[in-house]
């Protein structure tokens, strides 16, 4: 008994000591608020109108500097954007990407997309040293820009995590970058990102982008929007991913319970 | 020995068989379904019924189990979304002069279009069915006359064959020697079978979609 | 294995295999009619548990190696090709990231479990040196597992552990350079670590066959650590006993793994791993998988390069000699307390160490990461070699029967 009580004294200090720790840190670098989203948890889906709008704003705004190196045809995906096969046929069709084999002269060329062929990257920058040299910084790919940006959850967030299924960190993390231009006298100022100063100048402005279903063009919907739909982009298996894990874990619950009563059975008679 | 369970049991201990220490659970479980009846005393005589539904319900939870985690193993390796993606192509027939041969790639194979000229019609409708190896019609191949579209693959081993060679001015393969002629039949030679006509169909008079 | 074989083929076919190689047997001998210690609790099924994980990584690594190209410009892709194109790509992806993280899971409960109970004892020795090759080439294969992806934490994790060879004196950078095929970790040492993670795993399984032998040879330890006296009184028929035991348990670590593949599938992960490899620009958060952070942990504590490579040597090569270290001639923790309050503190030192190796360097940080080091090492080194001689045990039972069956039971049966 005396080993447990030292050992839990022990554990408790420690967790004071790290709690104190954190909070001090907090104050001067804030870390994003949590926001709701349509597919967070056990039975999250994407909304579909939302991921439409949001590849609107990445489309008018974002592509200008940003590579996006998804396939056109996975726009069709009916757990995602949920475009036609025509939509998508169209679109792809307005992109010139360029071919993978020179022609029969030798040359590399351009030709106009089809669904196959993956986003091309924007006309200005066409690889990652043209657009440091403009811009200062390569804009990043943004195909798994939600899966790659973090910020520290710290103890003991970090372990009610497990149990929360708080899996939209990187989610949290381009709106709250979005919406964090607070210093409106300089646009490369922003409250979340880690020491301020970033090198992407303030993308998004009201009215900047004209939706078509009656949503108000705000910079909080846009932010939102295009980072669900960016969400989407990262991981578009989780859809069917969440689906599947729901049976799964029913079903080897239920394996569980009966593999377990047939253990007892067994050892009824050892006991 | 244990008649109440519902399959066949053990007649000696020996007879159980050895474990699989596998993630296929549903075998496992199946097999210790089957093994239980040697060690049980007491609870055998219990309630034999129950037991046994207890253990035919697990078996059968197991085995729908093993079977929807081995599915998804098997499926990888059909053809990827990507592949999928490129099964179909669509080529534009206005460039290819008449008496042309274009090879256009096609699920990663080669396929001929053939702007045909009057007289390779004409001998192709002409071919009696009788000298052929692998008879078919050239009504049967072509969807229009002027336009032969086949797979260049030829059906003996898988080559290649050269176009405009041969003395029914169609297809010869130099492999092994198979010749075709302008409808892309095997006239003579190896190969079993006319080359392979796939699925085509003309979104416009001067463009067609194949796959 | 040893004389417990009651096996008698019955059908033709298997009088006719088992005299020619008699591999069932063996089967029959090694996994159904095999005597176990009737007492043992559930921390025993965690051999089990290992076991399907070892096969849940090589099915899955070998489907995933069927779409994974290992060159520098295609590797990163190709995983992204895997996750959205290839049919149920993820879940195969996510099944292996995962299932290696359970791996070491089961891995520490088990290892934790045979220090505990000292089954590290005589004549369990070598039965303990193999379960410890075993861990080496574990960490080995995750090391170099965790570097194919070609992420920025790949390339840190590749060029961070790779480096500590140069500390070496003289030899060190040459070794470095053979490690890496170049100056630096690049395509070279992409293509030899995917070549020697494929082959790994399959001397894992040797080593295991070799582990499981051993075990056979002198019976499982229990939890009162008292040897097998009467074979019909202490131990039952591992099947259909210890065999359903396990796969009741392989159920529930499914159902904990489960929720981890489908609902959480980058919580063990590293963020930073999604953006691809840049040889120019590091991570300002290097962290490698949560399963090598007490080791991490110790490495950065030790002011001095060389000095603390060899500690990080020292906390894996110190384990090894356990059985030499414990002078203790108890077996079980159950019945030495004194050895149960260090043993806590160890597994506290170990958890803070795994802790500490996730944060970032600092004065503090460094501090108490260099007093659980110094536990660590006390414990192996001072408390293990001290405390059999001193400490006062409690009285162990004579027998396991008497220990598990009820006071009249125990004549009756």
Not at chain 1, 7 to 13: D, G, H, Q, R
Request: glycine residues 8%.
């Amino acid at each position: 008994m005396m080993t447990r009580l030292k050992t839990s004294l022990l554990a408790f200090a420690l967790l004071v000591a790290g709690a104190g720790f954190a909070a001090a840190q907090e104050a001067d670098q804030p870390k994003p608020p949590r926001q709701e989203w349509s597919f967070h948890g056990v039975f999250g889906r994407f909304d579909q109108a939302q991921l439409q709008r949001g590849f609107q704003v990445y489309r008018e705004v974002c592509s200008n500097c940003h590579r996006l190196s998804i396939a056109f045809r996975t726009l069709e995906d009916p757990d995602g954007p949920g475009y036609s096969e025509a939509q998508v046929k169209t679109l792809a069709a307005s992109y010139q990407v360029t071919n993978d084999e020179p022609n029969d002269q030798g040359k590399i060329f351009q030709r106009p997309g089809t669904p196959a062929d993956v986003f091309p990257p924007p006309e200005a920058f066409p690889n990652d040293q043209a657009a440091a040299a403009a811009l200062g910084k390569a804009p990043p790919d943004m195909w798994l820009l939600a899966k790659s940006r973090k910020y520290e959850r710290g103890f003991p967030w970090f372990i009610f995590d497990i149990f929360t299924d708080y899996q939209e960190i990187g989610s949290d993390y381009i709106y709250a970058i979005l919406t964090g231009y607070t210093h409106k006298d300089d646009p490369q100022w922003n409250l979340y990102y880690p020491g301020h100063k970033i090198a992407m100048p303030a993308p998004l402005q009201d009215g900047a982008v004209k939706y078509t279903d009656g949503t108000p063009g705000t910079v909080q919907n846009y932010a939102k929007d295009v980072a669900a739909f960016l969400s989407w982009a990262a991981e578009p298996t989780m859809v069917e991913r969440k689906k599947i894990g729901f049976r799964a874990i029913v079903f080897l619950i239920v394996l569980s319970v009966l593999m377990y009563l047939v253990k007892r059975r067994i050892w009824a008679d050892a006991h | 020995m244990r008649t109440s369970m519902a399959v066949a049991p053990p007649t000696a201990k020996w007879d159980a068989r050895p474990r699989q220490r596998s993630r296929l659970l549903g075998k496992a479980a199946r097999s210790t379904r089957e093994r239980t009846g040697v060690h049980l005393s007491h609870a055998e005589t219990i309630q034999p019924s129950r037991r046994d539904f207890l253990f035919l319900a697990t078996g059968a939870v197991a085995a729908v189990g093993a079977a929807s985690v081995v599915w998804p193993l098997i499926d990888q390796m059909n053809p990827d979304a990507g592949t999928l993606a490129l099964s179909s192509i669509e080529v534009d027939l206005s460039p290819i002069a008449e008496g042309q041969i274009v090879t256009v790639k096609w699920r990663g194979g080669p396929v001929f279009v053939r702007h045909r000229t009057k007289k390779e019609i004409e001998t192709a409708e002409a071919t009696p069915l009788s000298e052929l190896k692998d008879p078919q019609t050239d009504q049967e191949r072509v969807q229009k006359p002027e336009w032969l579209i086949v797979v260049g693959v030829c059906t003996h081993l898988g080559c290649v064959p050269l176009g405009h060679e041969g003395q029914y001015e169609g297809w010869k393969c130099p492999c092994h020697g198979s010749v075709y002629d302008t409808s892309g039949r095997i006239r003579q030679g190896p190969a079993p079978l006319n080359l392979a006509v796939p699925e085509y169909k003309f979104l416009t008079p001067t463009r067609v979609k194949i796959g | 294995m040893d004389g417990h074989s009651t096996y008698v083929p019955k059908s033709g076919f298997a009088r006719w295999l088992e005299s020619r190689l008699p591999i069932l047997g063996l089967a029959h001998s090694s996994f159904v009619s095999y005597p176990t210690p009737r007492n043992l609790n559930y921390f025993w099924t965690f051999g089990a548990i290992l076991s399907v994980m070892l096969a849940v990584q090589i099915i899955t690594g070998v489907i995933l190696a069927m779409h994974y190209v290992p060159d520098s410009k295609l590797a990163f892709d190709s995983i992204e090709h895997i996750m959205r194109d290839v049919n149920y790509g993820w879940l195969i992806r996510y099944l292996h990231t995962n299932g290696a993280s359970f791996f070491f899971l089961a891995v520490y409960l088990h290892i934790f479990r045979g220090i505990y109970y000292g089954s590290y004892k005589a004549p369990r020795e070598v039965l303990w040196i193999l379960g410890m090759i075993i861990y080496v080439l574990m960490m080995a294969t995750a090391f170099m597992g965790y570097v194919l992806p070609w992420g920025q934490m790949s390339f840190a994790g590749a060029t961070v552990i790779t480096n500590l060879f140069t500390a070496i004196p003289l030899v060190g950078t040459g070794i470095a350079h053979w490690l890496w095929g170049g100056y630096a970790v690049g395509d070279p040492t992409l293509n030899r670590f995917f070549a020697l993670h494929y082959l790994l795993p399959f001397m894992i399984v040797g080593v295991v066959v070799l582990h499981v032998w051993a075990l056979h040879v002198v019976g499982q330890n229990n939890p009162d650590g008292v040897d097998v006296k009467d074979v019909k009184r202490d131990t039952v028929p591992f099947t259909p006993y210890a065999t359903v035991k396990d796969m009741f348990v392989v159920c529930v670590f499914f159902v904990i793994y489960a929720w981890f593949v489908f609902f959480i599938p980058n919580y063990l992960l590293d963020a930073d791993n999604y953006n691809p490899a840049n040889p120019l620009v590091t991570p300002a958060h290097i962290v490698p998988e949560w399963y090598l952070l007490p080791f991490y942990a110790i490495l950065r504590a030790i002011p001095n390069k060389l000095i603390g490579v060899l500690a990080l040597a020292a906390a894996i090569g110190l384990l090894v000699l356990l059985p030499w270290l414990d002078t203790s001639p108890v077996r079980s923790g159950k019945y030495r307390p004194m050895f149960r309050f260090f043993f806590w503190l160890f597994v506290i030192c170990c958890v803070g160490l795994g802790y500490l190796g996730s944060q970032e360097v600092s004065a503090s940080a460094t501090l108490v990461a260099r007093i659980l080091t110094l536990g660590y090492f006390g414990f192996l080194l001072v408390v293990l070699p001290v405390l059999g001689l001193v400490e006062k045990t409690r009285p162990v039972p004579t027998s396991i029967a008497d220990a598990v069956l009820p006071k009249g039971a125990a004549a009756a049966e």
